[in-house]
């Protein structure tokens, strides 16, 4: 989720407004925005001019997927509730369609040249909190590996080098280098220098208080959305834009941590320093009809709160939608059409 990526998006849509000559526009729901011309109805930003291309790394296909997490900074409790049950929903297949399951097997789709997809089972192996901050309220990216590194050389988190990931959840009052301003969460892997193993890893940032208009859409929207008639911010559906926003940007990030872990795997464009992954492709879509300011047609409680998956013990999430390799388009469980 960086700005080459939003712009990148940007272009795409254009090519698809130009592309999509036959096609019909979405209704705009309410919400205001224009909408994005798709080639099908049934998929949002469908188009063959998106050159998502395999480089020939792996995918990550271990089953299940050991995924450990580490909190950064001090958490209240009930924004980490949410979180967990998010991670935990990702393989559980008892809330009904559309679940956080049936979102996570578009990512399950891509495979590597051994003709292993990305599994489907993803596993809470692990959980460490560094509540004092140790490395203190403003960190550089390679400051999250080293966040990593002790967490490793403390034993409150393995160093699993046959199936494990790794995610960094930063608290509200922590900076990270480029939050807010170019970056909301991004992904790579450790250097064995600092680490002492390549290890895939996400980092997300709680933007609420901050940048929730950057970083928690459509839950809070930028001064230039607002300005708009008829744009109106979604009500999150666990109560607080900065973790709704969280649990998305988290959605994201582990979707292309899983077709991209070595930045080597599935992606768009010609530079892998910069690439255009398979959320990336999809930023802003939530919904049928999304793209454009619109985050497209999704539920809304009797609360008046959006979501568009059910997660465990009725958790209720809005996660974007991701790129699929087979429909070449950006699809979601929630489609209406």
């Not at 509540?131 to 050389?153: E, K, N």
Request: glycine share 12%.
């Amino acid at each position: 989720m960086t700005l080459a990526a939003g712009v990148f998006y940007l272009l795409v849509s254009v090519l698809l407004l130009t592309a999509a000559t036959a096609a019909t526009p979405y209704p705009h729901g309410g919400h205001g925005g224009d909408p994005l011309l798709g080639a099908s109805k049934k998929y949002e930003g469908s188009s063959d001019l998106v050159d998502l291309r395999y480089h020939m790394g792996p995918v990550l296909t271990a089953t299940p997927l050991r995924l450990y997490v580490l909190r950064y900074g001090r958490w209240d409790p009930t924004h980490q509730s949410p979180l967990r049950d998010f991670l935990l929903s990702i393989s559980d297949p008892s809330p009904p369609h559309p679940s956080v399951a049936d979102w996570w097997a578009t990512a399950a789709l891509y495979g590597d040249q051994t003709l292993a997809n990305v599994t489907r089972r993803v596993a809470l192996a692990g959980e460490a909190t560094d509540a004092s901050a140790s490395l203190g309220a403003s960190l550089t990216r390679l400051d999250i590996q080293r966040v990593l590194a002790a967490a490793v050389a403390a034993g409150d988190l393995p160093a699993d080098t046959r199936g494990g990931a790794y995610l960094v959840l930063t608290a509200p009052g922590v900076n990270v280098q480029d939050f807010c301003r170019a970056v909301c969460g991004f992904h790579y892997f450790t250097f064995p220098s600092l680490v002492g193993h390549t290890l895939p890893y996400a980092w997300v940032g709680h933007s609420g208080g901050r940048c929730a208009d950057v970083c928690a859409y459509p839950f809070a929207l930028p001064s230039y959305m607002s300005r708009r008639g008829g744009v109106a911010a979604l009500r999150p559906p666990n109560g607080d834009a900065g973790v709704d926003g969280m649990v998305s940007v988290i959605g994201h990030e582990l979707a292309e941590l899983a077709t991209n872990p070595l930045v080597n795997a599935w992606y768009a464009g010609e530079d892998p320093t910069a690439p255009t992954e398979i959320a990336d492709l999809c930023e802003g879509v939530y919904g049928t009809g999304g793209g454009g300011g619109y985050a497209g047609k999704v539920e809304v409680d009797k609360q008046g709160r959006s979501w568009n998956v059910n997660g465990r013990e009725g958790r209720k999430f809005l996660v974007q939608w991701l790129w699929s390799p087979e429909a070449k388009a950006c699809v979601g469980p929630n489609a209406s059409d």
